[in-house]
């Protein structure tokens, strides 16, 4: 019989071991999936893990990959701060929704100023945007001990039904014939306010800066910061910190605020990058997403960085295998999915070990 | 400065990665058609309706055309980044499948001047390879209205609204102005849901049209969710099949249905790559083109009604009526159309305003 044996001290090697296992049984149950769907399991994750990267495409495709992580890496590093010291901040996907509308509502209020102090305003904007949203929780937390999981969940549904009423109201392009959405920031229609690519066909924009900037970042303040090392105290033995000092309610604002910024800047540069314009289907689930990455990154931050690529890799290589092999989007959704789940399921060898006895034997 | 010379560079890049498509004006001997949906091919409604045209064209042209999809695509920068994969991946005609990928399409068009672009609903048209195509749905919301008019019983009838755009506006007074012509009495109830598929909230605007006593839905969005909220009347609650005909709930609630048929433009525009005859159009076709079917009226309406309904539907078809036929004034009382006018298209496509008769305010 199989028994779970609680280890004395968590496993290193296993610690750094479980996002591997848990991306090579994601590829064979994958395999699995895609093989029942009738295609060559070898052909999908070659398509999905190889191709972007050293494909046909893959001049073009590479500087998606840095699109797509950008985003989640710089709300997965917010998070994992939170997550770290026990803070559960789940509604990073409406702090990402606000941050967009606060930073895009900026600069449109100053449509059409030409001014380099623009695109500054707004950054700072969305990450306040980001930074309010996440206060309610947080201050719901600490005066009425309420649950954040599920209060900052639940905002990201208020925030949804803002993010409708931006683009069909408050937002809405004024010359554009009543359809929803706000002026484009793309392009040459508003360059001040614009957050077009560094250098093209790279993908660089100023948010994938900022997630590298940010995770250089946080890995300083853990290591080398006394508020990383309460961070971490706080998530290790609450009782202890609270002898250290740390006071619980402060790291609540400081963490929940901290993530809510960070989501705030990745909504406020996707909207005003890639996306190019509020509308209303805006938010594609990064703040989700990014809840995976955290983890998948074992909430350290250069592990974050190389996790977002891994799960861009997963989107970018998803979508070729979609369209190329035929393959229901429904299939790359549970393949992400199954990533999640295997690295929670390895995860728990870092903490227990595995032990064999047989039958009626104690 | 710098930055806009990057773009160009930018630019030459992909053409030149490009290389070897046939140019439009000659005929091509096989074709790649590709297509981007909003919602998964399951969905049912709008989607479906669309992956049906897709596999319309693969079964008319058999192996002179190859079709490839992509399914539940964001609107947005994934639009930008699937269109280029599909550009890039060989395909000389994609149809981008929903209005939320206007701008997507036009900046990849803008990059890949030998594909061809298909943008359903939209209406801008920047460069020379895109075209766009939209069906005149108000024809088929005018039949739903007539039947309303005639089967209401409370004299409320009810319309779940997606988004407050002209494509809906322009729905919403249709409706009411033919339930109203046969039915003066009829009061008109609009919910706006503010989404084009969730079932959980489409249930929800339904069942609170239906506590206010309205006993006629028509929706706007795309899962049967209304129709089964409608179901649990006992047959005091009627509805419409929307986008497809969702027989499964005949014959009532389900009495009519508005199904989109994209498949004979599809046919079409493929069939004109292949022959070479391919040309950009702003496609607007109704119920005599074939793109707006009205599904079986079924047993549950009264016979007379029935060929009322009917009758109504032939005109359409036949060009002799217009369900934008004057006069007709705005909501605050101002003439619109005098009589006998017929609704501009332009009027239509910018439509922003309620007709007489219609209460409350459009969101603004």
């Known amino acids: 019989m199989l028994r779970l044996e609680k280890r004395p001290i968590p496993s290193r090697f296993w610690l750094y071991a479980t996002p591997v296992v848990a991306v090579l049984l994601t590829m064979i149950a994958g395999g699995l999936l895609f093989a029942l769907l009738g295609k060559n399991p070898a052909t999908v994750i070659k398509t999905i893990f190889w191709d972007p990267l050293f494909g046909e495409f893959a001049w073009y495709l590479r500087g998606q990959l840095l699109v797509k992580a950008g985003p989640l890496i710089l709300i997965a590093i917010g998070l994992s701060l939170g997550f770290r010291a026990g803070i559960w901040n789940i509604g990073a996907e409406g702090q990402y929704i606000m941050g967009a509308i606060c930073g895009a509502g900026v600069g449109l209020a100053l449509y059409p100023t030409e001014s380099r102090l623009i695109f500054p305003v707004m950054i700072l904007a969305g990450a306040l945007g980001g930074w309010a949203w996440a206060m309610i929780p947080a201050i719901l937390k600490t005066r009425f001990n309420t649950n ?27 010359e554009g014939a009543g359809f929803p959405g706000s002026r484009s920031f793309s392009g040459s229609s508003f360059p001040a306010a614009s957050n077009p690519e560094l250098i093209a066909g790279s993908g660089l924009h100023w948010g994938g800066v900022f997630a590298l900037l940010m995770g250089v970042a946080a890995y300083i303040l853990l290591q080398r910061h006394i508020l990383g090392f309460q961070i971490k105290l706080a998530g290790q033995a609450p009782r202890a910190a609270r002898f250290h000092g740390v006071k619980p309610e402060r790291l609540v604002l400081l963490c929940m605020g901290l993530s809510g910024a960070l989501a705030g800047l990745a909504g406020m540069f996707e909207v005003t990058g890639p996306a190019g314009k509020i509308s209303i289907d805006f938010n594609v689930g990064y703040g989700f997403t990014a809840i995976i990455v955290a983890f998948l990154g074992r909430l350290n931050p250069l592990g974050i960085v190389l996790a977002g690529f ?10 070729m295998a979609a369209t190329n092999l035929g393959l229901p989007s429904a299939a790359i959704q549970v393949f992400q999915g199954m990533l999640l789940f295997f690295l929670l399921g390895v995860d728990v060898l870092t903490n227990f070990r595995i032990r064999t006895t047989l039958l009626g034997v104690k | 400065m710098i930055r806009r010379t990057l773009m160009t560079t930018a630019a ?6 490009l290389g070897g498509t046939a140019m439009a004006g000659e005929p091509m001997d096989h074709v790649k058609a590709c297509f981007v949906y909003v919602g998964p091919i399951g969905d049912g409604g709008w989607t479906f309706q669309h992956h049906q045209g ?37 395909c000389n005609i994609i149809f981008t499948t929903s209005f939320g990928y206007m701008d997507a399409t036009n900046a990849v068009a803008a990059k890949f001047s030998n594909v061809m672009f298909e943008h359903a609903t939209g209406f801008k048209r920047d460069s020379a390879n895109v075209s766009t195509y939209n069906a005149r749905f108000y024809e088929g919301r005018a039949i739903e209205g007539l039947i309303a008019g005639r089967m209401t019983k409370s004299n409320k009838i009810g319309y779940i609204a997606s988004f407050p755009i002209p494509e809906v506006v322009m729905g919403i007074n249709s409706y009411f102005h033919h339930a109203k012509q ?4 009829v009061e008109l109830t609009v919910i706006w849901a503010y989404t084009w598929f969730d079932p959980a909230k489409e249930a929800d605007a339904a069942k609170a049209m239906i506590e206010q006593g309205v006993d006629v839905v028509a929706s706007h969005t795309d899962s049967t969710a209304p129709l089964a909220e409608a179901a649990k009347s006992n047959g005091a609650v009627i509805g419409f099949g929307q986008a497809s005909d969702m027989a499964e709930y005949k014959p009532s609630p389900r009495v009519a249905s508005i199904i989109d048929n994209w498949a004979p433009y599809y046919v079409k525009r493929v069939g004109a790559l292949l022959d070479g005859s391919y040309e950009q159009v ?27 309904a009917e009758a109504l539907r032939d005109a359409i078809a036949a060009g002799s009526y217009h369900p934008f036929t004057g006069p007709i004034n705005k909501q605050d009382g101002s003439p619109w159309l005098a009589e006998g006018q017929t609704a501009p298209d332009g009027d239509l496509l910018g439509m922003g305003f309620y007709i007489e008769g219609v209460t409350g305010d459009i969101p603004q």
């Open chain 1, 148 to 174: 954040e999981i599920l209060v900052s969940l639940m905002l990201v549904y208020v925030a949804e039904t803002i993010l409708a009423k931006a683009s069909t109201g408050f937002l809405r392009n004024p």
């Open chain 1, 310 to 319: 891994i799960m861009a890799l997963t989107y970018v290589g998803g979508e």
């Open chain 2, 12 to 17: 030459a890049g992909f053409a030149l990665a």
């Open chain 2, 54 to 90: 897709a596999l319309a064209v693969q079964e008319t042209y058999g192996d002179k055309v190859e079709i490839q999809w992509q399914e539940s695509v964001p609107e947005g920068a994934d639009a930008e980044r699937v269109l280029t994969q599909m550009a890039l991946g060989g």
């Open chain 2, 182 to 185: 046969v039915n003066p009495d």
């Open chain 2, 282 to 308: 702003d496609a607007w076709e109704g119920i005599s083109g074939g793109e707006v079917l009205i599904g079986e009226i079924t047993e549950a309406v009264p016979a007379e009604v029935k060929a009322e």
